[in-house]
């Protein structure tokens, strides 16, 4: 049976690898964030599953294809994460790593367009000076 810590990384893993927190729009993305992290030698070890293309050069000009191996987003996010922990007796640089993380996260990626409309109004409204503004109108 799995630890709770187990459970802990590979739900920190499956929703980073779901993309609902952010985009992986270039290769560049992880290299960013565990270089923030002082986990720049991860990216080394496990770029082929972190970065969504491929270049190849033909005749002269460059290609950019999809990484077949970028399927195995989770499991190397699950791996990084593991590494990190170092079953808690790392908790500094995990504790950096998430942190990284955290500051990559789009708030646009995690709200959808019409909770943020909502939010947008109700705060409109909670304004008493806004408030009465729309009344006087």
Known sequence: MDTIEQISLSRIATIISNHT????PNNSKWERILSN??????????????????FR???GRE??????????????????LKE??????????????????VEEMDINYILND???DTLDRKTRYNNSLERKKMMNV
């Open 57 to 59: 050069e033909y005749q």
């Open 37 to 54: 992290a002082g986990q720049s030698q991860l990216f080394n070890e496990y770029s082929y599953g972190l970065t969504p293309d491929t």
């Open 114 to 116: 019409n909770l943020q």
């Open 63 to 80: 290609f950019t294809n999809p990484n077949p191996r970028f399927s195995e987003y989770y499991s190397v996010l699950k791996a990084i």
């Open 84 to 101: 990190v922990y170092k079953n808690g007796t790392n908790a500094e640089a995990f504790a950096q790593l998430m942190g990284s993380i």
């Open 21 to 24: 927190i952010f985009k992986i």
